[in-house]
């Protein structure tokens, strides 16, 4: 069966520091990788997908950047964070765009 | 590009009670429709989903409707239990793939059940 990973659960960062983020999946090959920002009682936020590796693509522009350096392994960085950059953030898998997208426990993000 | 609404934003009810949630879609090229519930501090679940291609689903206490003509679903759940108080999320995505493949979510409806 197909797992997601993501770490750490929990982060606090000063204004100004770096971030990553990690997520790996186990149990498939190729999936399809994603990476959602839910601020507080918000819907879910689009950051970035990659359909392979090295392939990312932005949703919207930000601080943020995302890459994917295995074919299982999605990272989420910034150089230096924001107020704003505080969130839930979740990182999800698919086999392809038609099929049903999984999400992992997610990363409680708060920058102080 | 798509927009997916969501109604109501909270909802109470009795255990035993139904519960309905809302939500509408303006893209009539989506045919894809998940539900996904999710616990506090925890990443969504998927808990039902529906294409466009029937009208209804049924799992074991859950269903989803779906009226394309209207471009509404709206998710079921019959005899709640204080176990279901959550916050639930609906989406919608398109047929291609690519950016207009992602999934598109709703704003999200806590539901409490009270025992």
């Known amino acids: 069966s197909q797992t997601i990973h993501q770490w750490p659960a929990t982060l606090v960062q000063p204004v100004g520091s770096p971030l990553s983020l990690e997520c790996t999946v186990e149990g498939t090959s190729n999936p399809n990788l994603y990476w959602y920002r839910q601020a507080a009682g918000r819907g879910l936020q689009l950051l970035f997908y990659?359909?392979?590796?090295?392939?990312i693509s932005s949703e919207v522009p930000q601080n943020l950047s995302a890459s994917r350096p295995q074919d299982r392994q999605f990272i989420l960085s910034s150089k230096k964070l924001l107020l704003s950059d505080s969130g839930f953030y979740l990182c999800a898998w698919s086999r392809g765009w038609t099929d049903t997208q999984y999400f992992g426990p997610g990363t409680r993000l708060t920058v102080l | 590009g798509e927009n997916v609404e969501q109604h109501p934003s909270t909802l109470s009810v009795q255990e035993g009670d139904s519960a309905v949630i809302k939500c509408t879609y303006s893209d009539s090229a989506s045919n894809y429709f998940p539900w996904y519930k999710q616990e506090l501090g925890k990443g969504p679940q998927l808990i039902i989903d529906i294409r466009s291609n029937v009208g209804e689903k049924k799992d074991q206490r859950i269903a989803v409707t779906l009226n394309k003509t209207a471009k509404h679903f709206s998710l079921h759940i019959t005899e709640t239990q204080p176990e279901d108080s959550a916050v639930y999320f609906c989406?919608?995505?398109?047929?291609?793939?690519?950016?207009?493949?992602?999934?598109?979510f709703g704003k999200g409806t806590k539901l409490s059940v009270k025992p």
């Open positions: 989406a919608a995505r398109h047929a291609q793939g690519g950016s207009q493949g992602n999934l598109i």
């Open positions: 990659s359909v392979g590796i090295g392939q």
